[in-house]
């Protein structure tokens, strides 16, 4: 009897400690996820019973802030049939189905969400937690208002919010957005200045700033901004994705590596965030591991448009191009973008079906005029057909709109050689080598230019300097004896 009695006790003792610690681990999940931390507060409340209203809510929006999204709107619904006069669920809810682009059915859950905000009551006669909810409900309703491209709207329900607590950082944040998204970067800036005047190095004010820096083409600056953010909270996700985007159009592939791993582990579940991992890799010349990353993301979705892009540009730098076509047309048509077209169009320069690679690359041009980059490559795949002049314009077109590869330039000094326009080669070459004056090839042909200008002083020099860079170059070999006298 005894022993009976004792092991009821132990079994008792048991289940009140397993209820003690699943509370617990629901209170401590709840305090990750409401601080930004949400791959904490996920594993806090993946084995919480989900018998709660908050249980549901906040483990729902911990699965919605890492990227699994289906899973997370099935708790965020088992959350509502828990409670259904609370407004928090409907609001996340909102915002998922605004990230999918479906912009109607999120303005329906926010118009629910709203419907249980106590907006009849002035700010005086309400408790600190609820002008906390009300701003955040209004705050995503704003977002979604934006990406629905209803700016108007948008102002609006923040100017509301506005009126609850002007010393949110959030609402100024979110107006911030919203001029952003209308091209109007003065009052954008003055809005996020206003949020880090509130709250010091707020990171998504910080965030704000460096997409106005992007938009603009200062590069540095938007870097400078998106690496302020992630030291500011290194929870925030999408500086992470960001600062990695901006390191790889920089070529910086091991920093921008770092910055989409951590990105990863913020939002595991985020099949965006594996594909630039895996571009990254690619960016590296690590195919067989970009490979592997992206066969693992078209094992979840084989219809995956960025992870068939970036498979077919693999493809293309392994010269399968039968195999790089074949992911290219699993691709929609609408889904292809500018980079994808200057992509494919390489498989016909080495093939040397010109027409065929001229008429991708018009098609480029077409979705985005302004993009530098499709110059670039249009002004390569010319050059390859010795199509000098019309070359130099492309590469001309390129600089002219700020691209970053200082390639572009020495293309145009090679073309200005061919040309026979030895002093303005020269001169863009020159600005070459200031730009970057690690590139052999820079000197080889300001060399040439000056050669054909007999600035010989200055060829010599630029032939021996090419030599340090190559020195078994039979040809600079040559040219040094003939311009050095040695």
Known sequence: MFTKNLLRIAVLLLIFTFAVNAQDNLEKGISAVKRGDYVGGLNLLKGVSKDSYNANLYYGIALFQTGSEKDAEKYLKDAIKKDDERPEAYAVLGELFSSQKKYSEAASEFE?????????KTKDDLEKEEIETIIYVLSAEADNFIADGKVDNAINSLTM???????????????????????????????????????????????????????QKKYSA????????????????????????????????????????????????SLRGKTYLAKTRYGKGEYDEALSILNDVLAIDPNYSEA?????????????YDKAEEYFRKVKTDELNAEDYQKWSKIYVDKKEYAKAYELLDKAVSLDANDENTYFEYGKALFAEQKYGDARIKFAKAIELGILNVAAYVYA??????????????????????LNPNIASAYLWRANNYAGITKNTEACADYQKYLSFEPNDTFAQEQVKKFCGK
Not at 188 to 198: I, P, S
Not at 308 to 320: L, R
Not at 413 to 434: H, M, Q, R, V
């Open 161 to 215: 919010a506005k009126t609850y607590d002007d010393k949110n950082p959030l609402i100024y944040v979110g107006l911030g957005d919203a001029y952003l998204a209308r091209g109007a970067f003065e009052p954008a800036a003055t809005n996020y200045n206003q949020a880090l005047k509130v709250k010091s190095n707020y990171a998504p004010a910080l965030y704000g700033l460096g997409k106005i820096a992007f938009k």
């Open 112 to 120: 629910k969400s709203k419907k249980y905000l106590p907006l009849s």
């Open 413 to 434: 000094g090679i073309c200005d050689f061919y040309l026979n326009e030895f002093e303005k080669g020269a001169e863009i070459l020159t600005k070459s080598i200031e």
């Open 222 to 269: 938007a870097l400078e901004n998106y690496i302020k953010a992630t030291e500011s909270d290194n929870n925030f996700a999408p500086a992470f994705f960001e600062k990695g985007l901006m390191f790889y159009l920089l070529d910086k592939f091991t920093d921008a590596q770092d910055a989409f791993e951590r990105y990863d582990q913020l939002v595991p579940g």
């Open 308 to 320: 068939n892009k970036y498979t077919a540009y693999v493809y293309i730098e392994k010269k399968q």
